[in-house]
């Protein structure tokens, strides 16, 4: 008889958060599947647990996945975890999840702590309806591409993102979608945890003078009706005015578009074909 693969979320800061079923599911699986076998001794040394554990990462998860769900297939029971949360959840895991899906390997889930509920949770921002959108391309292009697909998108999103890209995330969010508000929530149930109520504007200004620190979970707020953001004034106006006083296209548009909370790369485009000979 085929075993079980179990998907197990473990704490994201406080190992506190590890519930009574998840302790037990790792105690009894035959083997783990961790992200880090370093990160995964921890919290099994935490915990008394003594139990073998196979490496399972991004640039291995094809060749393991499939040594896995033999091993299962076999009658062996695995416990799934990432380094902090929910398994599978941008993460390497949910390959292996697909795979013992498409074998007819039975999946069971462990819930627990998860990094994205957690922000929403405290954040204050609307949250009956919302989406993940994960980490963000380090690719510049494919990033601002993700952000152009996501402008218009009225429900709460949720990123994740490291810090020594948090600045970056935040120039572009403000240039192609506007000001608006947004909750940077970092270290989670850690002991510096903090959740950052602010605007887009303020927090690049807060983090250009204080370098940011820990793992980042970001609410952003969704796009506005298109009442509320009707500017009273017109940008193309705007722009010209401030090219009037000497400034060149594009620092018009950006300070136009600024002033008015408006994407600054649609008004950039829109100047351009119309203010091209001023520049």
């Not at 945890?193 to 504007?201: N, S």
């Not at 983090?207 to 509320?228: H, K």
């Not at 009707?230 to 006083?245: I, R, S, V, W, Y």
């Amino acid at each position: 008889m085929a075993g079980k693969l179990y998907v197990v979320a473990t704490p994201i800061g406080n190992l506190g958060d590890l519930s009574p079923r998840a302790q037990q599911t790792l105690a009894q699986a035959d083997f783990i599947a961790a992200e880090d076998t370093r990160v995964g001794a921890r919290l099994l040394n935490a915990f008394g647990i003594k139990k073998p554990q196979v490496s399972y990462f991004e640039h291995n998860r094809k060749a393991k996945g499939e040594q896995i769900a033999r091993r299962i297939e076999a009658g062996e029971n695995c416990a799934l975890i990432t380094d902090a949360g929910t398994p599978a959840i941008s993460d390497p895991g949910c390959d292996l999840v697909e795979i013992c899906a498409q074998r007819g390997v039975e999946v069971v889930a462990v819930p627990g702590p998860c990094a994205a509920i957690a922000a929403l949770s405290v954040g204050g921002l609307p949250c009956g309806r919302w989406c993940f959108e994960g980490f963000l391309s380090v690719n510049k292009k494919s990033r601002r591409q993700h952000l152009e697909e996501i402008r218009e998108e009225k429900r709460t999103m949720v990123f994740y993102e490291a810090p020594h890209k948090l600045l970056r995330t935040l120039e572009d969010f403000y240039e192609i979608l506007g000001d608006r508000p947004i909750v940077l929530a970092r270290e989670l149930t850690k002991i510096h945890e903090e959740a950052r109520r602010t605007t887009l504007a303020q927090a690049l200004e807060h983090y250009r003078q204080n370098p940011p620190r820990g793992e980042f979970v970001l609410v952003l707020a969704g796009a506005p009706d298109s009442e509320e953001r009707a500017p009273k004034e017109n940008p193309m106006e705007l722009t010209a005015q401030l090219m009037d006083q000497g400034l060149s296209l594009s620092e018009a548009a950006k300070q136009a578009a600024r002033r008015l909370n408006l994407p600054k790369n649609s008004v950039y485009q829109q100047a351009l074909s119309q203010f091209s000979e001023k520049e």
